[in-house]
Each structure stands twice: as structure tokens, then as C-alpha cells.
């Protein structure tokens, strides 16, 4: 999406997950343990992929996306669509997106990826303060690399 900014990937949280639990160190009960909610969510509002669950291999991953934001009011913390996004990007100034990996058959599920989305992102430039916002903000969810740029930056 042409709004989506300050992207946290946590596909290295999930290689150390899938780590442990080929070491022995954790059980598959404490990997796959998705809610009813989560289940629910992805069999409605998910969108299939073509990636095999990393633990049972037999059933094909969904993406479920959850909104949280202030403009959001009582919708945030609601699953949408893809199509939804795109809507609500064009209509609210900033809302956070988390994408979480759902497998239905063994219930697997990992957090993805976090981004923001909204209509400040079409600004282009970098006004005031917001790359300093940008920078901490990353690395507050664990980017010791965001810190050593913004180092780096001054």
C-alpha cells in the first residue's frame, strides 16, 4: 500500500520460535495455541496464502490484519480485510496494522509484521520532528539498528 510506513518485520522472532521448538526446548502446545477469536478471524477476514504452516505442514497459512489507532474508536482491535485497508487508508489520518499468521489446522500463529497506515503518509517529506519519532519508534519494538542510524544521524 502506498501509506504504509514504519515497518517492524518479525520473521527473525519466528526463525528463533521454529529454532526452540526443533532444539526440544519448547513444545508444539506453546506455539500453536491460536484463540478461538484468532481462529474465527481468519476464517472470516483472513487472506489465504500459499505458504505451509512451518509445524504441521499439511494446511496453507492466512494473514489476518488487526487495526488499532485513536480515529479507529470502537472499531480498533477489529480484523480486516485487505480491501478494508485500502479504505480506511484513504479515510483516517494514521492506524496500526498487525499482521498475524494463522494456520487452522494446528493452530500456529505468529506475529508477522506491524505498520502504520493513514493519510499522513502521503505528505512525502519528513516534516518537524516525525524522523526522530520514526527512528525511536522503531527502535522501541527491538531495532538496535534504527539506533545506531539515528546515532549515526547526528
Known sequence: MRTQ???VDYSLRKRAALRELLAGRVGTYDLCDAS???K????FHGEP??????ICRSE????VHYIYGDELKQSAGQARTVAELSVLAMTLREFQVFV????LG????HLVEQYLLGRDGLTGGVEGGSEQQTASGVAAAGGADARRRREAQR
Do not use: F, I
Request: net charge neutral; glycine share 0%; proline share 7%.
Open 5 to 7: 510506513r514504519q515497518v
Open 36 to 38: 478461538p477469536y484468532l
Open 40 to 43: 474465527n478471524a481468519a476464517r
Open 49 to 54: 496464502t500459499d505458504q505451509r504452516c512451518p
Open 60 to 63: 496453507n497459512l492466512t494473514l
Open 100 to 103: 498475524v499468521e494463522v494456520c
Open 106 to 109: 494446528c493452530d500456529w500463529n
